[in-house]
């Protein structure tokens, strides 16, 4: 079992960045595949980015293809999501999640285990 926790969220204006971190318990963290998804108010849960066991295979949802950056630190048992070129559109709570399936899968149901969530707000 792993318990995730993110931060690095807050307010910033358009065109700016924010690295999120989200922090993993447990001693088999680099097991895990990690993803990164948001929400935002009135709409569903989308995937954004993923990340192999390793850190050597990721994958990216087309709508921040070239503007996140999703990364991974397993001795630090931390899994980081650069935003940048952030819109207000990317205005959202953002959630990473740990999935024991050894593949990269941008569903929701293929992760077990989520964080609570940090709030990005994007202002123009």
């Known amino acids: 079992q792993v318990q995730l926790a993110e931060s690095g969220g807050g307010s910033v204006q358009a065109g700016g960045s924010l690295r999120l971190t989200c922090a993993g318990s447990g001693r088999f963290f680099g097991s895990y595949t990690m993803g990164w998804f948001r929400q935002a108010p009135g709409k569903e849960r989308e995937f954004l980015a993923a990340?192999?066991?390793?850190?050597?295979?990721?994958y990216y949802a087309d709508i921040v293809k070239g503007r996140f950056t999703i990364s991974r630190n397993n001795n630090k048992n931390t899994v980081d999501l650069l935003l940048s070129t952030l819109e207000p559109e990317d205005t959202a709570v953002y959630y990473c999640?740990?999935?024991?399936?050894?593949?990269?899968?941008?569903?929701?149901?293929?992760?077990?285990?989520w964080g609570q969530g940090t709030q990005v707000t994007v202002s123009l």
């Open positions: 999640a740990a999935g024991n399936r050894n593949v990269i899968n941008a569903a929701a149901w293929a992760y077990d285990y």
């Open positions: 990340i192999s066991p390793a850190g050597f295979d990721t």
